[in-house]
């Protein structure tokens, strides 16, 4: 860090974590989680393209890279998830319609073959998968673990068991009340600016009603945040720290590695402006945010047919999708994004990003508060 955090970051729940900064980040790649980490914040690796087997080497990965710091991981599981299916016997069932609208796509795009396996064309989403994973942070040190699409209460009390804190992401006022019988150490109040898969309700909105709702339960601010004042206002919001997703990917940690971004993909993130995104749900069957493209237009035409849920939809593209991000296939190529990539502007190291981000916040809290401010205690 090569600024002293103002007193305010400093909050309650970074304290509990033993992290300097209040900043937490979401990524699918270890290598960034870790630079996070590294950097001050506290970095949270996703697993959810990550097969149960592959769980405890992508975490003893971000073990050897993150050091003596604390590791983090998020997973989802999302309810109504079929039981006893596979890939295979579900792709043996998709809609005629819908099979036809993707090899057209892939007709008049041109878009070459996938030539390998990833999760977006070889993996169904099921309970016994989502069992697999969450035996591989079990059986980790992982010190927190955030749920994103679902959770269930059964695997909430396991990792508590283990001795993690366990969090979820809340993007609507009725998932905290789902979560009233679920223990939950911190939520994350996600806003409908965020990258991947989001609600309708603006970050400004969402997070002071989370966090009057939540009771004792610390929250952390989501959606739209890559900008050092935005963590000031949120905790003047009462939030306890932040939890980012878009400002890693375009890193130098990010431009390597399985999840990368791509150069072609870099240059379209480094150019989309706050209103270049858009919703769709044609990558996942949910409604996900991602950098506008010709993905999203095409599924938003009036005669694309209304993609099908979770997790038939990725059945039904998975292997589209693989391609598309293999080639670079311009223009169809897209990622989850929120409103806040406007502030990705070059490609700069994870802890360039966390620097401007305390400094930012610095600035932000000094003119808020006067030079020998010290919080309450928040709490
Ligand atoms: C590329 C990408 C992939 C994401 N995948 C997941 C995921 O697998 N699980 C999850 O809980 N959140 C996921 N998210 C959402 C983040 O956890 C986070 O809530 C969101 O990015 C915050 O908003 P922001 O993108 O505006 O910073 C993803 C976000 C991005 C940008």
């Given at each position: 860090?090569s ?27 270890t ?60 792709r ?23 030539s ?40 909430v ?40 898969h ?47 997703g ?18 072609r ?6 150019a989309?402006?706050?209103?270049d ?8 069957g ?94």
């Amino acid at each position: 860090m090569s600024q002293s955090p103002h007193p305010a970051l400093r909050t309650d729940f970074a304290r509990a974590l033993g992290i300097d900064l209040p900043i937490l980040g979401f990524t699918h790649s270890t290598e960034v989680a870790a630079a996070i980490t590294r950097a001050g914040g506290l970095g949270v690796y996703g697993i959810a393209h990550d097969e149960p087997d592959q769980v405890p080497v992508k975490l003893t990965e971000l073990r050897q890279q993150t050091g003596d710091g604390p590791t983090a991981a998020d997973m989802m599981i999302p309810a109504g998830m079929p039981e006893g299916e596979t890939l295979e016997s579900v792709r043996a069932r998709l809609p005629d319609e819908h099979r036809r609208f993707v090899e057209d796509l892939r007709r008049r795009y041109e878009v070459p073959e996938s030539s390998h396996r990833t999760f977006f064309n070889s993996v169904l989403r099921t309970p016994e998968y989502f069992e697999g994973q969450l035996q591989g942070l079990l059986a980790s040190d992982v010190a927190l673990v955030a749920f994103g699409v679902g959770l269930t209460a059964d695997a909430v009390t396991r990792l508590r068991e283990a001795g993690k804190l366990v969090g979820a992401l809340v993007g609507h006022p009725r998932h905290v009340e789902r979560y009233v019988d679920v223990e939950l150490d911190f939520l994350v109040a996600q806003g409908s600016e965020a990258g991947a898969h989001t609600g309708t309700i603006g970050t400004m909105v969402l997070v002071p009603e989370i966090v009057q709702r939540s009771g004792d339960i610390p929250v952390l601010a989501a959606g739209g945040i890559g900008h050092g004042s935005q963590i000031a206002a949120a905790l003047a919001m009462g939030a306890q720290g932040v939890w980012l997703g878009t400002a890693w990917l375009t890193t130098v940690e990010h431009s390597h590695g399985d999840h990368a971004t791509g150069p072609r993909l870099q240059q379209k993130l480094l150019a989309a402006g706050s209103g270049d995104t858009a919703i769709t749900r044609g990558s996942s069957g949910k409604p996900q945010r991602q950098v506008r493209s010709g993905w999203t237009e095409e599924w938003a035409a009036p005669d694309a047919p209304t993609p099908l849920p979770m997790p038939y939809q990725h059945a039904l593209v998975g292997d589209l999708m693989t391609a598309i991000s293999e080639h670079e296939v311009e223009p169809l190529l897209g990622s989850p994004a929120g409103q806040g990539v406007v502030w990705s502007r070059r490609i700069e190291p994870v802890a360039d990003v966390v620097n401007r981000l305390v400094a930012v916040a610095n600035e932000a809290l000094d003119r808020l508060t006067p030079p020998n401010f010290e919080p309450p205690a928040t709490r």
